[in-house]
């Protein structure tokens, strides 16, 4: 069996999509690349040296990966809730939320559970459990977990904000909140002295990502691709200029350090939201020899395996290359066989570990998230629905 057949297994027909997948691949290869210029060179609030390789200044801007992951969501999830608003419909919340425990939580606990072990921070650990963001109290295994709390509220969220706009009244509600939601949003990140790292990681801060998505997905199914489509050379320049704009955005980013980045441009988050967006839609309808970027077979498997990934590579690169770099006085030597070799040995570790913890953990759930509907039909005494 394929990749891509074990993947579509996994899904409603229909609704397996190849570029998402790829992309997915794209954001967690992004996020590795992020971790390891953390770990191997300190990022100054001054940014790396001014004599640092372009592709270092992008990969210490790799967190763009977490913002592409929150603009997929959007993308993804909101679509059943608007097909379900045109047919008159209301798609269930409980199997909305059921769905979503199933997805993200039997790798989750089991990552936290491990580190709960390893670290023996218990009250740490139980507030992580209830997706409280727990910062770096048990590092290196809760980096990355800041990420699944955010999700967690736009979870939360999104069903209800959906089911206002069944109603008239509901509309005007939603736009009004949205309003003051942009409106504060703005308003706090732009304060001179910025805000909280705890703020700019929540819904709050980076909720414009999930609505970048939202609206993509909605522009995805009124048919506004099949025009784009027409247009195959436009789409490509577009494409090309998204894709070059991001770069040069990400390299600045990488220049000038992740602090300093969030002082000079507040709203830098948004900005890479709208950029990945832009990105998304092209990759949709797209054609051609570019084409390989958006449905890579790589990106595809690294894609699949992502959210596993996400949550074993940052202790792994930790504890394999951080004890070589104390070793060597804190500073990393590049041209160091040894260092490389264990540089090769923590991704090969890393990537071998998650396609375990998917088969194993991720896998199996997948597929009885999958069985859902049917599964909960069975439970109300209705007929199965085909």
Not at 236 to 247: I, N, Q, V
Request: aromatic share 14%; hydrophobic share 55%; with cysteine.
């Amino acid at each position: 069996m394929s990749q891509v057949e074990a993947t579509v297994g996994l899904r409603q027909p229909g609704k397996y999509i190849a570029q998402l997948e790829s992309l997915r691949g794209w954001a967690i290869l992004l996020v590795v690349a992020f971790h390891y210029v953390g770990i191997l060179i300190t990022n100054s609030p001054a940014g790396l040296a001014e004599g640092a390789s372009s592709w270092l200044k992008i990969m210490a801007a790799g967190n763009t990966g977490v913002t592409l992951f929150f603009v997929l969501s959007g993308f993804l999830l909101v679509q059943p809730f608007i097909q379900a608003l045109k047919a008159g419909e209301r798609v269930s919340i409980g199997r909305f939320y059921g769905a979503r425990l199933l997805r993200i939580l039997p790798l989750y606990y089991s990552a936290v559970l491990v580190a709960w072990l390893i670290s023996s921070n218990g009250a740490s650990a139980f507030k992580a459990l209830l997706f409280i963001p727990v910062g770096f109290d048990i590092f290196p295994f809760s980096v990355p977990w800041w990420s699944l709390c955010t999700e967690v509220q736009f979870y939360l969220l999104l069903p209800w904000v959906m089911l206002g706009l069944h109603f008239r009244w509901g509309r005007y509600l939603v736009l009004a909140a949205a309003a003051v939601w942009f409106g504060l949003h703005c308003y706090f990140l732009l304060q001179p002295k910025g805000q909280s790292l705890a703020l700019q990681s929540s819904l709050f801060g980076r909720g414009l990502a999930f609505l970048v998505g939202g609206i993509c997905g909605w522009f995805y199914l009124s048919g506004g691709l099949v025009r784009l489509a027409g247009a195959p050379r436009i789409t490509a320049f577009c494409s090309l200029l998204l894709l070059a704009t991001l770069l040069a955005l990400l390299h600045w980013y990488g220049s000038v350090g992740q602090k300093n980045a969030i002082l000079i441009m507040p709203l830098y988050h948004d900005l890479e939201a709208l950029l990945w967006g832009g990105l998304l839609l092209a990759s949709l309808c797209i054609t051609g020899r570019t084409m390989w970027l958006f449905v890579n077979p790589l990106f595809s498997h690294f894609g699949t395996i992502s959210y596993s990934l996400y949550l074993v590579h940052v202790p792994i690169q930790f504890y394999l290359i951080y004890p070589l770099k104390a070793a060597s006085g804190g500073t990393w030597v590049p041209d160091d066989p040894r260092s490389l070799a264990i540089i090769g040995a923590s991704f090969v570790l890393s990537w071998l570990l998650a396609i375990v913890c998917y088969r194993l953990i991720e896998r199996p759930f997948l597929k009885l998230k999958s069985h859902l509907p049917v599964l909960t039909d069975r439970l109300r005494g209705r007929p199965a629905r085909a």
